[in-house]
């Protein structure tokens, strides 16, 4: 099977661990290999897996949040795969599919030999229960509708291999979003729990369709997972078929980075995510791996939440966007595995075009542009007009790498022209209802990873993850054109008519191309992730001779 990008960094020079409280768990590491010359797998053993923060939800529509999406990606099979490399749609639990010229009606054929972990078939009525929840929502139930599925309108057990589902208005985005981790097929019982039941204290109950299972959890602290023995259903292009080679993972939550590098090169933690870009150097210099796998997605950014009055004319967004500069961002805080933006999308992502020109650093311009609409600088060196600084504030995003920092950095280049950003802590008690406040949060720092057109639909539209807390029906619009085009080249040109406009209105600084970076141990071989950068531990397996 295809594996993401794998780098080892040919980096000099590791720097001496200070000293910290090293978790208790496996024995020391020994040398690894390179995995085309690890020999055949070698089957059982525990992995333990370092998770930067606690997961909040098994529920399939809202685990787009990382440390949720690495859970369920591997407690959860899905009707298709989506290869990471060439991004191709592959069957999985689906063994075909037919969709009509209009997308608007897709028929799949089902393998008959696939179960839940309690036992229960996965048939047509399952699939077609899952994607009714996943498509419609249950308010009852508190569960919401996936962003990942757009204009769903009904299925129909044609048999009990055979489920056809119905949109009322072309749907070309469900095919991949039938191989998203949003779409993780969960038994019909689990599907009737309430919304907070599948979080955090419920792990063990989620019945799931994948390879492992969660057998026993810690609220906040680990949870551990065992293979299960009778799965059998990989995709069809994966070599390895049959069950994990693992035979379980423990996972453990640890939010110091220091703690996770340090168990990392101690032998005591076989992979963890969130390799910080400072520690890339010093992981790579002791022999270990460094996997930087794309999110090809929506970039990390700043959004401009333009119906704060500080924001409305959009000479002052311009001049936002012109005074930040993503290449000093990523110079002096990141690494190249972290590409400076060039659009609103990945270069990377589907649908993206290249807007870099219109998006230039240029604080000349910036000046020019704060001068036309009436802001001038004031004794503070922080421009005024009518009375009121020029002063915005922007929350530190915790699921962003070194959040704090590159706002922190990039409120010093604002400084330069005269704008004052104020970078708040993210654990503040008001911050849940700020980021929710143009008024209070007039930027906003974030991302979102999916291998698809609709991946911007998610992030921007009015009823989705609406990030800039939007009420331009434009954009919308624009947006719900991505969304319900069959043609894949028209679909491609709507992507980039939403980049012009975006780039156009100045709605967002775009930063850089988020990755998701892990370490792992020279003993682990395997180690993969899907098409999006979560964690795929089915093929991973331990040489530790």
């Known amino acids: 099977m295809s594996t993401p990008r794998t780098r080892r960094l040919a980096l000099a020079g590791t720097a001496a661990l200070a000293a910290i409280a090293l978790l208790a768990s496996c024995a020391g590491q020994s040398a690894g290999t390179d995995d085309a010359a690890a020999g055949d797998p070698v089957e059982g053993g525990t992995l333990t897996y370092l998770e930067h923060q606690a997961h909040t939800t098994l529920y399939p529509p809202q685990a787009g949040f990382y440390p949720n999406g690495g859970i369920v990606n591997n407690l959860t099979a899905r009707l298709t795969w989506q290869d990471p490399e060439s991004l191709e749609i592959e069957p999985w639990v689906a063994t075909e599919w037919t969709v009509n010229a209009d997308a608007t009606e897709y028929t799949f054929d089902l393998r008959d030999d696939v179960t839940f972990s309690d036992g229960t078939p996965l048939d047509a009525a399952a699939v077609a229960k899952n994607f009714d929840t996943y498509g419609l929502g249950n308010a009852e139930l508190g569960l919401t509708i996936s962003e990942a599925i757009n204009n769903y309108a009904s ?18 985005g469900f095919l991949q979003a039938t191989s998203t981790i949003n ?22 109950e989620i019945v799931g369709s994948g390879p492992f299972v969660i057998t026993e959890e810690e609220i906040g602290t680990s949870l551990h997972l065992e293979a299960r023995e009778d799965y059998d259903w990989a ?21 110091e980075d220091s703690v996770r590098i340090g168990s990392l090169l101690a032998g005591q933690a076989d992979v963890i995510r969130y390799v910080q870009a400072f520690d890339e150097a010093q992981v790579a210099g002791a022999g270990f791996d460094v996997v930087a796998a794309p999110t090809r997605g929506v970039n990390n950014s700043l959004g401009l939440r333009f119906t704060n009055p500080l924001l409305s004319d959009i000479r002052v967004r311009q001049a936002l966007v012109h005074g930040v500069d993503a290449q000093e961002v990523v110079d002096t805080i990141f690494t190249e595995n972290y590409p400076v933006a060039t ?31 009436g802001w001038t600088i004031g004794a503070d060196g922080i421009r005024e007009k009518d009375g009121q600084r020029l002063s915005l504030t922007v929350y530190e995003a915790k699921p962003q790498p070194l959040s704090k920092q590159t706002l922190e950095l990039v409120s010093q280049q604002l400084a330069k022209i005269g704008v004052e950003l104020n970078v708040k802590a993210a654990d503040a008690g008001s911050y849940a209802v700020d980021i929710l406040d143009p008024l209070a949060t007039p ?27 939007s009420d331009d029906a434009e954009l919308d619009r624009l947006l719900e054109a991505v969304a319900s085009e069959p043609d894949p080249a028209k679909r491609d040109e709507a992507s980039a008519a939403v980049q012009d406009y975006l780039t156009e209105q100045a709605y967002v600084i775009p930063l ?32 530790k001779q």
């Open 235 to 255: 995709p069809p292009t994966f070599e390895h078929q049959g069950r994990a080679h693992l035979d379980a993972i423990d996972l453990v939550v640890t939010p």
């Open 155 to 172: 299925s129909e057990v044609v048999d009990a291999d055979t489920v056809t589902f119905r949109f009322s208005a072309p749907a070309p």
């Open 512 to 543: 850089f191309e988020e990755p998701q970076v892990y370490g792992a141990a020279p003993h682990v071989h395997g180690f993969t992730t899907e098409a999006v950068a979560r964690p795929l531990f089915y093929d991973t397996w331990l040489d």
């Open 443 to 469: 930027l906003y720092h974030s991302m979102v990873g999916r291998a698809d057109n609709d991946v911007i639909k998610s992030q921007y539209h009015t009823k989705n993850r609406n990030t800039l807390l």
């Open 343 to 373: 659009s609103e999308l990945a270069a990377t992502a589907k649908g993206y075009t290249d807007e870099s020109d219109a998006l230039a650093f240029d604080p000349e311009q910036s000046e020019e542009l704060l001068d036309e609409a």
């Open 183 to 204: 779409s993780g097929l969960l038994s019909p019982a689990t599907l009737d729990r309430k919304l907070e039941d599948f979080g955090a204290g419920s792990s063990t």
